[in-house]
């Protein structure tokens, strides 16, 4: 499976934008870019994912390199409600019994 | 939208005993569900992949003995943990594969969680 990179942690304050890095230099043409989060105690919840064009959903916007080696997930105005573990995964989109792999992710704290 | 549910949704048990979790997609069939493990400030850890209707393909290191997953219809899934010692206290999530909005794409939909403390 291809792996991704992701920071540990990072901050944010309340009302802000918050970019999220992911990077993943091994992905293949038929993966697709999954961002998941979890907030504490909670099982993972879906937030957006895409291919190659950029997404935008309620929750938040993917952007993704041209080169498709990199892609930030970007949260317009960041809320208490915010604050979680955001996962960046890749995954063939080919069929239901394809798995997830969690990687570590990263750890967002936002600040009021 | 796609709901999973999950139940206990925490459990407390003595050494020796068996557990029972039961994961159903509550508004949608799925013929896969996922089930995974997650240690204290550690990322989640796929245990297996549950198929209806057909065994479990369990990932490398999980004892299909010890985590027994059940798959008996297209709603419902159950991972029985046999035998529990306190070293399999931890929470315990399960997952589907269902359609998300007007395109349809294949996401994962997880359950709430178990956690399972093992005395």
């Known amino acids: 499976d291809a792996k991704t990179t992701q920071p540990n942690s990072m901050e944010s304050n309340e009302e802000e934008p918050v970019h999220l890095p992911c990077n993943h230099s091994t992905i293949s043409g038929t993966d697709y870019i999954h961002w998941y989060r979890q907030l504490p105690s909670q099982g993972p919840e879906y937030v957006i994912h895409?291919?190659?064009s950029n997404v935008n959903n309620r929750m938040a916007s993917l952007a993704i390199a041209e080169d498709r080696k990199s892609s930030t997930l970007i949260l317009h105005r960041a809320t208490l409600r915010d604050a979680a573990v955001y996962y960046c995964?890749?995954?063939?989109?080919?069929?239901?019994?394809?798995?997830?792999?969690f990687g570590t992710g990263t750890l967002l704290a936002v600040q009021p | 939208g796609a709901v999973v549910s999950q139940h206990p949704s925490w459990v407390i048990c003595k050494s020796g005993t068996s557990v029972k979790i039961e994961c159903r997609s509550l508004?949608?069939?799925?013929?896969?569900m996922f089930w995974y493990r997650q240690f204290p400030k550690q990322s989640l850890m796929l245990m297996a992949t549950?198929?209806?209707?057909?065994?479990?393909?369990?990932e490398q290191g999980v004892e299909k003995d010890k985590f027994l997953i059940n798959h008996a219809s297209l709603t419902l899934s159950t991972l029985t943990v046999t035998s529990a010692h306190p070293e399999d206290s931890s929470f315990y999530i399960c997952s589907a594969s269902s359609r998300w909005g007007l395109s349809g794409a294949n996401v994962l939909t997880f359950g709430a969680g178990s956690r399972l403390t093992v005395l």
């Open positions: 895409g291919l190659t």
């Open positions: 995964i890749l995954r063939d989109d080919g069929g239901a019994t394809n798995k997830l792999i």
């Open positions: 508004d949608f069939q799925a013929t896969t």
């Open positions: 549950s198929n209806e209707g057909s065994k479990a393909t369990y």
